[in-house]
């Protein structure tokens, strides 16, 4: 069996999917027999998202849209990438604000045009960066769960 490698790689302004994305990496540090990577969007390099056999994209929705941040990590990494990744597993989380569909949509499609494969439901946590410290913690909680899911299939080459 191949090393199981997880990247994250995430976008936030406001420290709602900063937060999210750490809690997601001290998940899947908790999994042995999965090394993990976790890259803010700006200086995820291609030779990451190469060297990964699984991902997690996490950031917000603007605009009813993936935010910029991580779309450019897409725009500057797909085409050198275009038939490299074909059939690894990804995962998404979108901390948002009212919705979330509209940059799920965006990153399921981006990410079919890499041909990986979504193993995963996409974790949408609404109610922005100053939601009430409950539930700010179940999202973290959530997270965490989804990135130590995410280690133990890739650890137990299940995906
Ligand atoms: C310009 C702008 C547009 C936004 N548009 C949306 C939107 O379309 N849908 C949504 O659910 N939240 C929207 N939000 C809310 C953000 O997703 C929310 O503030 C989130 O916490 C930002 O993530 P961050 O805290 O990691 O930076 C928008 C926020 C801004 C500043």
């Excluded at 937060?19 to 890259?39: F, I, P, S, T, Y």
Aim: charge should be positive; glycine fraction near 14%.
């Amino acid at each position: 069996m191949s090393e199981a490698r997880l990247l994250i790689s995430w976008y936030s302004v406001t420290g709602l999917n900063a937060a999210l994305a750490r809690a997601a990496d001290a998940g899947a540090r908790g999994v042995a027999g999965c090394r993990v990577r976790r890259r803010p969007a700006h200086r995820t390099r291609v030779e990451d998202l190469a060297w990964a056999s699984g991902y997690l994209f996490v950031a917000p929705e603007n605009f009813g849209q993936l935010s910029g941040g991580l779309r450019l990590m897409f725009e500057r990494c797909f085409y050198p990438l275009e038939t490299a990744l074909q059939g690894r597993p990804y995962a998404l989380i979108v901390g948002c604000g009212n919705d979330g569909r509209g940059a799920v949509r965006d990153v399921d499609r981006i990410c079919a045009g890499w041909r990986l494969r979504p193993v995963a439901e996409a974790m949408i946590w609404r109610g922005g960066a100053d939601m009430p410290a409950a539930q700010l913690r179940e999202g973290r909680a959530q997270a965490r769960e989804l990135g130590a899911a995410l280690a133990e299939g890739l650890a137990g080459g299940i995906f």
